[in-house]
């Protein structure tokens, strides 16, 4: 059965500033900043979070459901999304607007500065998740999109008994409380980073212990500490990283993890497998531009995993991964 991914689906234009924004931050000024960086490169490339990991989970061989708004420019991106193993019959084309735009500028620390346009994005509260039921979906990534479709959607999935995942990332900033609340309660797993965990706590009202009281699993990715995995019948699981060969471009690293892990998840594997897994396409992404650009090669993936995990860690993710390069 499918997991259908909701969230962005975005063209994403990169930048680079030599140099660290750190520096030129003067603290007790912050309320009067006003900067401009020049930056010495600009890439464009396919994104969205959603998209990414709709893209990861087919190049891993899921099949994956899409489920997003876009503009009349997206044909191109259909083709590309769809000859990745996407299915994206349930993606919205909204002929008035344009697809998403994510424009972000990122300094040699590997830190960022960004915008996001919504466009069609915020017309995914006018898709319902009810007509693809029937489809018998195995799980639903409620990822950061229009609120009120975010929203919705999870409430859907409380009404149609599918499991869900709470991918709430970068709407975290922009959400209050009670919206957070309703997003998060229920969930079979949750997934943010340390810092989305830490202002999820705080914006929500609720401890560590509300919130194992309410979801089944929770994922906390770590940046180069790897993940933290804690859950009511597995207690806690520290995760380790696959060792980068250099870091390029952290746009979609966090995609990337989920669409490993789901894959995993999907295909069987224990949770520690699974997030194994998602840390190998965590670092695949974090060594190419863009969150769609990282190459699928089986035998290089495999001797990556046996070097950061172990033989028969090797061994048991190898059962889940698709045949070929």
Not at 157 to 172: E, H, K, M, N
Not at 188 to 203: A, C, F, G, H, I
Not at 270 to 278: H, I, K, T, V, Y
């Amino acid at each position: 059965m499918p997991i259908a991914v909701t969230g962005s689906i975005a063209t994403d234009h990169l930048m680079h500033f030599p140099g660290r924004f750190a520096d030129l931050m003067v603290v007790d000024q912050l309320d009067r900043m006003s900067l401009s960086f020049l930056v010495d490169d600009l890439v464009i490339k396919r994104g969205g979070s959603a998209a990414n990991i709709a893209f990861g989970l087919g190049v891993l061989g899921q099949s994956p459901l899409l489920v997003g708004a876009v503009g009349p420019d997206f044909a191109e991106y259909r083709t590309w999304l769809e000859d990745h193993g996407v299915d994206c019959s349930a993606v919205l084309v909204c002929q008035d607007v344009h697809t998403a735009r994510f424009v972000c500028t990122t300094d040699d620390d590997m830190r960022q500065i960004a915008s996001f346009y919504t466009g069609a994005m915020a017309r995914s509260r006018e898709i319902s998740l009810a007509p693809l039921a029937p489809r018998g979906l195995d799980m639903v990534l409620i990822g950061a999109s229009d609120p009120e479709g975010m929203l919705r959607h999870t409430a859907e999935c409380r009404d149609l008994g599918i499991p869900f995942v709470a991918d709430v990332s970068q709407q975290i900033a922009r959400m209050e409380g009670p919206e957070l609340r309703l997003l998060v309660d229920g969930a079979r797993y949750l997934m943010t980073n340390d810092y989305e965990w830490e202002l999820l706590q705080k914006k929500t009202g609720w401890t560590e212990e509300h919130v194992a009281e309410r979801v089944d699993v929770r994922i906390t990715t770590l940046g180069e500490h790897g993940a933290r995995i804690i859950g009511r019948d597995v207690g806690e699981i520290a995760v380790g990283v696959v060792p980068e060969t250099g870091k390029v471009d952290p746009t979609g690293v966090g995609d990337g993890f989920r669409a490993g892990f789901l894959a995993g998840v999907a295909g069987g594997l224990s949770l520690e497998r699974a997030a194994q897994l998602g840390s190998l396409i965590a670092v695949e992404v974090l060594e190419t531009d863009g969150g769609q650009e990282w190459p699928w090669e089986r035998a290089n993936a495999l001797e990556r995993l046996r070097d950061a995990f172990g033989t028969d860690a090797a061994a048991e993710i190898e059962k889940v991964l698709p045949a070929g390069s």
